[in-house]
């Protein structure tokens, strides 16, 4: 087998022990249409998806659609979405979203990378987790849990996401790209953490390239490596 060949291998593998670990590994977002998807995407941005679904109840309820938003006054959308950070780039993100949206698709979400990459507040991630999430097609998204873990894995030595996302193309069957990153955010929240890696307690420590470097004898020594 070739260098690739056994990459690959190693990639189906990983995304099979961490299925069977995380078996409804999805995106954490609630939402109903690609609408609210998008609308918790922009949100999310330097914000927990957890405190995103305490607001967007309340938001939705005021704005249920592009139509509606798009006549919002941004100062009546800030203060509902203010817990979130950053409210007064995102008031404005959402209000422009939902402009675009009627102006020029009807007040529908379009389907298209570059489509969604010219609406405010939309950049390369929430694209392609709308393309996936929203319209099931198949699209690696990379925040900071996929980038991390990815490089620690070895699937990548880049910390620039747009090649990290090419690295990971070239690697994963094109089925799992989507799946890719639920399991690294899932994985990154419940076992390997940014401040507290708990290695020993790894599903796929035998194919991470970190953890399979780690001498055994410090289980017992240490929960976090």
């Known amino acids: 087998m070739s260098a690739l060949q056994l990459t690959e291998k190693r990639a189906r593998i990983i995304v099979e022990k961490l299925l069977q670990h995380y078996p409804y590994a999805e995106t954490t977002l609630t939402h109903e249409s690609p609408w609210e998807l998008l609308v918790g995407a922009i949100l999310a941005s330097q914000c927990t998806d957890e405190r995103v679904n305490k607001i967007t109840p309340a938001l939705f309820s005021e704005y249920p659609d592009p139509e509606s938003m798009a006549l919002a006054e941004i100062k009546a959308v800030e203060p ?111 076992l390997c953490k940014a401040r507290c890696r708990l290695c020993f307690s790894c599903p796929i420590r035998a194919e991470c390239r970190y953890g399979e470097a780690l001498d055994p004898s410090e289980a017992e020594e240490q929960d976090c490596v």
């Not at 939902?98 to 694209?127: C, F, N, T, W």
């Not at 099931?136 to 980038?147: E, L």
């Not at 991390?148 to 070895?154: Q, V």
Request: one cysteine or more.
């Open 80 to 190: 509902i979405i203010r817990s979130c950070g950053l409210f007064r780039s995102k008031a404005k993100a959402l209000v422009g979203t939902a402009q675009q949206l009627v102006e020029h698709y009807d007040g529908r979400v379009p389907e298209s990378e570059e489509a969604l990459m010219a609406l405010p507040g939309v950049g390369r991630k929430i694209a392609n987790l709308i393309r996936g999430d929203a319209f099931g097609k198949q699209a690696v998204v990379v925040d900071t849990h996929c980038a991390r873990i990815s490089r620690l894995i070895g699937f990548t030595d880049s910390d620039k996401p747009p090649k990290i996302e090419r690295d990971l193309m070239a690697i994963l069957p094109e089925e799992h790209w989507t799946l890719w990153g639920h399991l690294m955010v899932t994985h990154g929240r419940d």
